[in-house]
Every structure is written in structure tokens, then in C-alpha cells.
């Protein structure tokens, strides 16, 4: 179904590439450190800029005639005004209400006719808008896409049906979903409810009800300028043809002041070190635990590319030490770790679990304490690290394998500020995490950073007391 | 395929046999993968009664350990070549594959191999998945989706193994013997039934010598052939309470089955009509005109080769009657009169266009291939396909639509706390 959902980058870049979203991570660096004669960049991307800022990228692939067009706008609900959390959702599902040439509703008939298909997604870092479609309709769907990029119509009468159909994509999400609402409350009590990070990308309900069309208004033209936006081509196009496709459609976009990005630094202490909720629809107790954690943008991207190896081997399935210690020694059905180091500003690194029925949750919690505080005495071992490095890195060439991996992944990286190399060799940079880098960023994290421990719980299960 | 035009598309299937199995194969020697796809007929339809999920928990059971592997010995040999190996039970079938980069290949026919032939069935594996398969058997009913689902197919098939979960109950999964996983796949994985796709960097010669060492040594016969499905049992609207904000809808009737002359006109019709996306009518009144849904859809599924119409949406509970009225109104408009000309010439433009769309990726080329054999296609199927679709006339889709769609007999299961029903 062409529906526009509100996805984070994560969830995006696993359908795409069907690689833990853990693989994908890319870094500051201009060139990869400790590349061996045998690397070679992943997709082989060629990038240009035009006079108006508008940054280009092209992934050519000539397997099928087919071509996947991505435009990524620098700006999520990250971006969100005060008070107003959803407006970049928002506005991405009115970007489908009409523009100069194309009428409101058309965009994806016209696709469609065309034997192609559209979508769209609204991550905390990025919105992006796009379409696959048989080679020779590139020009179609580029006319389209610039069009809007030039000037949405935004119709008024088209909000409130629209706000309706976002209210029910909030309640089809989150809240129907006892853990998705969970999840919501979790992130809000380690940033803080109104703070960019610790919002829901789609919004509080209040917050989507009062967005006004002049909000939406105010973030395109502060936001949607071509200097705040790459356009990732994949797929069967040569680049002297592209070159000129894109200056016909997009070059005479003028150049707009961009609002950059202004997200404040993460508070000191979470809003609440410690969330318990019981629900009468839960049946199954959940652990979660998020600590502030640095991103490639954000502290130490050094310690970011360590963190995603650090997530591994602490979290990632089966030989794990978490699958070691809780769920093969029957206290835990699973039992996780996760860590996205491609974002901007603070990051989260975050524990997961689920106590079997017949386990206390207060045991349960005791054994992670038990294994953390270990793991942050001794650090890892140098064979668990080359393990998860190994397995982490085995197949990024997988990545080649459909249209939709790189231009997700080139496009966001740019987007959030990031080089085409960190993408193109994060093999390496993976690689050249060492020993001393993992075991000082785990320390960074789990010694010190704020931290949130949440339960979420069935009915008359006593809630664990936690560690003082 | 990179020199194909428009028009001119097209996919080059071969067969490939070897050992006594017929295997399709696309071969893709543009990137470095292989994606290889299997099924047998079966899966949960063949699970005994009390034994609720034993296909799909024997299935999970492959990937904990083999031969001189323990679990996880076995995963790390996985994932240190990166292999993606899953077995998986469906409604109406067993099913196997991998993709991996071309380098792992031997490597992945061996551990695919050792899995089928001898898994170990380890006792501390054994808890650990029954754990893990309790805890998410309750967890999904932990929505108003998870509840409408699990009601949804045991309301329209009450006497049929279709109408059970096919990942299995909490209580089931708890009893499970031991021996019932050894038994799923002694009466499953046979010489007979087994259908087989491939797609990637392998050519054909390759592949005859890898099939027979993947799919050695099967038992002769085939697995025993499950009950046929009754036919859809129209139950009405069943509401299932649930407390939350929204609800649930999950609806459907009887559709065609895969060998009616009809399928591929009602393929049309359908789309038009509630799978198109943003391009259908129940998209259009239900989402565009009145904000009511997120999204609506539907469209065919097929069980044992029989088909039934199954849709869903999720709207506020006061809205769920209007939205149900909206849907119904939509189904009867269509059965009455079939679609429009325009409607007609942008569904084909939209089926024929996008041919080239699903043929991007390996293991979706694979799976596609298996999709067709599982249906019964011969090989030129979709070489084909471009001019059936043309022939298919206004006054054709009209008819079909009114053999096929009954908005009297949409049954609907809600779950959620639903006014005005």
C-alpha cells in the first residue's frame, strides 16, 4: 500500500537492505582509517552540487531498467517548534496535496499510472520523499518531485481531513499498542517530554491538533530549500544524463536561506531515572534501559563506531553475552541491545529484555545489573570483539543487492550532515575499532551517562525496586 | 536485462534439473548474490489437532543447531558469512531459503543442508524457542490487530485446520512433545511436493550440482495432503472487546481460486477496487474524502490454492459503523457495475508498468519464481502476462466483479470497543 509512514531510519534501512540496522553507520572521517589495499567503496557513488546548493548523488546500477529517486530534506521532527511536535510528519503528508502543476491527490495516481511507486517517510533527522519506477520515467517523476520542492499549495481545506487521517495513524501506532504507548513515555522520561529527542516523531496528540497551516508553511520555507536537501538517484541512468535531467527540473529552484538545524544539548539527568507502568492489555513484562550515548555527530564519533560493536557483542542474538547470561540460562525469552550511531546530536544505547512468566522481574533486573557492572570492570575480550566486527561487516555487500539500500543510506548520511565515505567504507571504519575505543565507550555509557530504567508490566505484577 | 526496453521486458526463466527436482532459475550475474527459495505443500494445515504451531516451532527448531553444531556454533557459522538461512510454516506450507554472497555459497548449501537433514533438537534449545514462542503468542494478543486476526480465520474456517493459528497458542506450544518436531519433519521434508527458485549469481550448470547435495537423501512420497478448505463461512460481525481508543476491522469473503480463468480479471478488479493504495476506490472515500482510516486495503490471498478476500482497517471506535457502511457501499458500487474505462486503462497501465519494479532484487526475484510454481503457472507466465491484461475488457471486469464480489456477504470480525455496530 502507498501509505506515508512515519519511520525512523532504522526501521527504514532493515526493510531496505534486510541487514541489522546496526550494519549501517558511517562517520566524519574524510577517508577510511586502516583501509586495506582491497577495499573499495561500497556503491561507487559519483556526488556534484548545483549553483543553488542542491547536493546530488548517484548510485548507478545498470541490472534492471529501473531507477529509485530520493530526495531527503535536512530536517525532521527534530526540528519541530515548541509545542507543535508532528509538524514535519504533517507536513510530509500534505507535500501529496498539490503543487503548481500537479493537483492535489494526483502525485501517486500519476506514479501509479506510470507503473511505479511512491512513498515517503519522516525520520527525527530527515524527511524523504520517493519513487521507483522503470527507467524512462525518471524525467516524470523528477518534473514531479521539483515541482513541489518549488511550492507546495498546502490547501486549506485539505488539512482537517488530513489531521483526521494523522490522529488515526497515531492511534493505529501508538496507541492501540501498549508498548508502542510504553515506548512513547520511555523516551520522553530519559529527554524529557517537550525536548526534541524525547518527542514522538509523529507527535503528542495535543500537539497535532494544534498545528496550524501556517506552521506547516513556516517549516517548508525555512527548511525545504535546496541547500538543505540531497537528491540520491539508483539505479539504470548514466551520470552526463542525469546531470542534465536534474539541471532541467531542479536547477532553476532558486537558492533559499536555510533555518539551520538549532537542537539543544541533552539535559543533565533524565526527567525520570526510573518509569514503571502496569497495563491491563500487557502480557508480558518488558525491561527496557537507555542511556545518553554519543552519535558520529555528537561527542566522540570514534566512541559511536565503537558503541555499534560494543551493541553487538553485549546485545546482538545468539553468542552475545546478554543471550549468554539471561536468556540461555532461562531467565529471559529474549533479550537485546541496540545502538544507532547515524543520527544528529545525542544518541540512546539501549538495553531490551523479557523475563520469562515464572521469573520475578526484580531477578531479572538483577542479572543485567550483574553483567553490566562485569562487562564495564573487565571489558570485552579481544575474540568477542573480532567476532562482532566479523559478523557485523560479512555482508555489506548484500547492500548491492536491490535499489532501495543506497539511496537510503547515501541520502541520509548527507542529510544528517555526514560524508559520502562514511557510507561508502563503513566496513573499515567498523573495522578500526580497537579494543581500548570499545572498552572506553562502554564505560562512557554505562558509568555515568543519564540513564532511564523502564518496566512496563501486566496487572498485579509487583514492580522491581531497581538498584539505589 | 539491462538492454531491455519498456515494452520489451522481460525475465529469462530456466529449469534446471537435477536428482529428480526441478528447480526455476533467473540467472544475475550483475552483483554478487544468490537467493534460493523452496516450499513444500503442508506447513500448519498438517499439524495434528492439540498440536497447534508444531510446523512453524520445528521450523525455528532448524536453526538451533546441527549435526556437530550446537546452536550457537550453527548461528555463528551463519553469521560469519553472513548467510541468511530461514525455514518458516505458513497456512498451507513448509517453506525454506537463503540469500547469500555468492563466495558463501558452498557454504550455505551445507549448513541449509545439515539443518534439514540433522537437526539436533537440543533440549536447552528446545526450551528456550518454546519460550520464546508462549511469550509471543501472548504478546500478539496484545492489540486490537493481534485479537481481530487470531478471530478473523478461526470464525471463517471453524472446521478446517485453516481457522487454528498457524504459529500456535500459548497453551499449545506449552504441551508441545518433544517428539512432535522430529515427526513435522519426517511427514514434510519429502522428495515429492518440494518446489524450488532461484535467483543471482549462479548459472545453471552450478546449479544442477548444488541441488543434488542440497535436497539429497529426502524420503520417497510426498506429505500428506491436508483436508480441502470449506468453503468461507460468511459469519457476519463478530466484535471481540478490546479496551482501546481504536478499532480493529478485519474483513473478507470468499474469493477465486488459482486455476478459475477469472483470477488474473479478479486481480484487476480488486486492485481497483480496495489494493491499489492511494489509487483505490476504498482509499479514496475511506482515507481522502472523509480522514476516516490511515489506510484500507485488501485483497486476495490464496489457501491450498483457494482464494478468499481479506482486507483491513483501523479507525476511532465512534467512526467504525460509518467506516464499515463507507466499505460496504464501495463493495456493492463495484459489484453493480465494475469499473470504470479510466479505471481500467490505469489498473493495466499500473500492472504491466511496474513488471520491471519487482525484479530488483535477488531473493524477491526468488520468491516471485516460487510464488509461480506454487500456483501452478507455466513458465511463460509473466512473458505473457502484458497481453492477457490487454485483453481484458470493461464489459469482462464487470462481469467478474459481479460473480466475484458479495457486500452482503462481507463478515467482518472488530475488535476494539466499537459504537453503533
Request: one cysteine or more; proline letters at 8%; charged letters at 20%.
Amino acid at each position: 500500500m502507498q501509505v506515508m509512514p512515519s519511520m525512523t531510519r532504522r526501521t527504514t534501512i532493515a526493510a531496505a537492505a534486510a541487514l541489522p540496522a546496526t550494519l549501517v553507520a558511517p562517520a566524519l572521517h574524510a577517508s577510511p582509517p586502516a583501509a586495506s589495499p582491497g577495499d573499495r567503496p561500497l556503491f561507487g557513488a559519483s556526488a556534484w552540487t548545483l549553483p543553488n546548493g542542491l547536493r546530488v548523488v548517484l548510485a548507478e546500477s545498470r541490472r534492471v531498467p529501473v531507477v529509485a529517486h530520493y530526495l531527503f530534506y535536512a530536517a525532521g521532527a527534530g526540528e519541530d517548534a515548541p509545542g507543535k511536535s508532528g509538524t514535519a510528519h504533517f507536513l510530509e503528508h500534505m507535500m501529496f496535496k498539490g503543487s503548481s502543476k500537479v493537483a492535489p491527490g494526483a502525485f501517486s495516481l500519476v506514479v501509479a499510472r506510470e507503473g511505479g511507486q511512491d512513498n515517503a517517510f519522516t525520520s527525527r533527522d530527515v524527511t524523504a520523499y520517493h519513487q521507483t519506477v522503470e527507467a524512462s520515467r525518471l524525467p516524470l517523476v523528477m518534473g514531479m518531485e521539483a515541482d513541489r520542492f518549488a511550492g507546495p499549495l498546502l490547501p486549506p481545506e485539505t488539512i482537517e481531513p488530513e489531521r483526521s487521517v494523522i490522529l488515526e495513524e497515531r492511534r493505529q501506532r501508538t496507541d492501540s499498542s501498549p508498548r508502542a504507548r510504553f515506548y512513547e513515555a520511555f523516551e520522553a522520561a530519559l529527554f524529557g517530554p517537550e525536548s526534541w529527542r524525547g518527542r514522538p516523531i509523529i507527535g503528542w496528540e495535543s500537539d497535532i491538533r494544534a498545528i496550524e497551516r501556517d506552521d506547516l508553511q513556516t517549516f517548508y520555507s525555512r527548511r525545504y530549500a535546496p541547500g538543505n536537501a540531497v537528491l540520491v538517484v539508483a539505479g539504470d541512468v548514466t551520470e552526463a544524463r542525469l546531470r542534465a535531467l536534474v539541471e532541467e527540473h531542479y536547477g532553476s529552484i532558486p537558492a533559499r536561506p536555510v533555518t539551520p538545524r538549532d537542537r539543544a544539548a541533552p539535559a543533565a539527568a533524565p526527567t525520570e531515572a526510573r518509569l514503571i507502568r502496569h497495563d491491563p492489555n500487557v502480557r508480558e513484562a518488558s525491561f527496557l534501559r537507555s542511556a545518553m550515548a554519543p552519535t558520529l555527530t555528537w561527542g566522540s564519533p570514534q566512541a559511536a563506531w565503537a558503541l555499534e560493536a560494543v551493541a553487538h557483542l553485549l546485545g546482538g542474538g545468539q553468542g552475545s553475552r546478554m543471550h549468554r547470561a539471561l536468556v540461555e540460562t532461562g531467565l529471559a525469552t529474549s533479550a537485546g541491545a541496540g545502538f544507532d550511531s547515524e543520527a544528529v546530536g545525542v544518541g540512546a544505547f539501549m538495553l531490551s529484555a523479557t523475563p520469562r512468566p515464572d521469573v520475578a522481574p526484580e531477578r531479572l533486573e538483577v542479572a543485567i545489573d550483574a553483567l553490566i557492572d562485569r562487562l564495564v570492570q573487565e571489558g570485552p575480550s579481544e575474540a568477542e570483539l573480532a567476532r562482532s566486527i566479523r559478523q557485523m561487516t560479512a555482508g555489506a555487500l548484500l547492500a548491492l543487492d536491490g535499489l532501495g539500500a543506497a539511496p537510503r543510506l547515501l541520502g541520509s548520511a548527507l542529510a544528517c550532515g555526514l560524508s559520502l565515505e562514511t557510507v561508502e567504507y563503513w566496513p573499515a571504519h567498523l573495522r578500526a575499532v580497537t579494543l581500548a575505543q570499545a572498552t572506553a565507550a562502554l564505560r562512557g555509557v554505562f558509568a555515568g551517562a543519564p540513564t532511564t530504567t523502564g518496566w512496563l508490566l501486566p496487572e498485579g505484577v509487583p514492580a522491581p525496586r531497581g538498584r539505589a | 536485462m539491462s538492454d531491455a526496453t519498456p515494452s520489451g521486458f522481460s525475465l529469462p526463466i530456466q529449469t534446471v534439473a537435477a536428482g529428480g527436482i526441478n528447480a526455476w532459475l533467473v540467472e544475475d550475474h550483475a552483483v554478487p548474490v544468490v537467493s534460493i527459495a523452496w516450499s513444500w505443500p503442508g506447513g500448519a494445515a498438517l499439524d495434528p489437532p492439540g498440536q497447534e504451531g508444531a510446523a512453524a516451532f520445528a521450523a525455528a527448531m532448524l536453526l538451533e543447531g546441527a549435526g556437530t553444531l550446537p546452536a550457537t556454533e550453527f548461528a555463528d557459522a551463519l553469521r560469519d558469512t553472513a548467510i541468511g538461512l530461514s525455514f518458516g510454516a505458513d497456512r498451507d506450507s513448509f517453506e525454506g531459503g537463503f540469500r547469500c554472497l555468492t563466495q558463501a555459497l558452498p557454504e550455505a548449501i551445507r549448513l541449509a543442508r545439515l539443518a534439514m537433514r540433522s537437526p539436533r533438537f537440543d533440549a536447552d534449545a528446545l526450551t528456550r524457542v518454546r519460550a520464546r514462542g508462549v511469550a509471543a503468542a501472548r504478546r500478539a494478543l496484545e492489540t486490537p490487530r493481534g485479537q481481530a486476526a487470531r478471530a478473523f480465520w478461526a470464525a471463517a474456517y471453524p472446521d478446517h485446520p485453516a481457522g487454528r493459528s498457524v504459529s500456535g497458542t500459548p497453551e499449545s506450544l506449552a504441551a508441545m512433545p518433544a517428539e512432535a518436531l522430529p515427526a513435522v519433519l519426517a511427514r514434510q521434508l519429502r522428495q515429492d511436493g518440494l518446489l524450488v527458485a532461484v535467483a543471482g549469481d549462479i548459472t545453471a550448470a552450478e546449479l544442477t550440482s548444488w541441488l543434488g547435495q542440497l535436497f539429497a537423501d529426502l524420503p520417497p512420497g510426498a506429505p500428506p495432503a491436508p483436508a480441502r478448505l470449506p468453503a468461507f463461512r460468511d459469519f457476519g460481525t463478530k466484535v471481540i472487546e478490546v479496551a482501546s481508543p481504536q478499532s480493529s476491522v478485519i474483513f473478507g469473503q470468499d474469493g477465486l481460486a488459482a486455476r478459475d480463468p477469472d483470477w488474473e480479471a479478479a486481480q484487476v478488479v480488486l486492485r481497483i477496487l480496495a489494493g491499489g493504495g492511494f489509487a483505490s476506490r476504498l482509499m479514496h472515500a475511506v482515507r481522502e474524502t472523509r480522514g476516516l482510516a490511515y489506510g484500507i486495503g485488501a485483497g486476495l490471498d490464496l489457501v491450498f490454492g483457494e482464494g478468499v478476500i481479506i482486507g483491513s482497517v483501523a479507525t476511532e471506535n465512534a467512526r467504525v459503523a460509518e467506516t464499515m457502511k463507507v466499505t460496504r457501499d464501495e463493495w456493492a458500487r463495484m459489484a453493480k457495475d465494475g469499473p470504470t474505462e479510466a479505471e481500467r486503462a490505469d489498473a493495466l497501465a499500473y500492472l504491466t508498468g511496474s513488471m520491471p519494479l519487482q525484479f530488483t532484487d535477488s531473493r524477491r526475484i526468488a520468491d516471485t519464481l516460487l510464488a509461480l510454481r506454487r500456483n501452478d503457472r507455466p513458465l511463460d507466465w509473466l512473458a505473457n502476462r502484458p497481453a492477457r491484461l490487454a485483453a481484458l475488457d470493461q464489459a469482462r471486469l464487470a462481469a467478474v466483479a459481479r460473480r466475484l464480489l458479495r457486500p452482503e456477504a462481507l463478515a467482518a470480525v472488530v475488535a476494539g470497543q466499537p459504537q453503533g455496530l
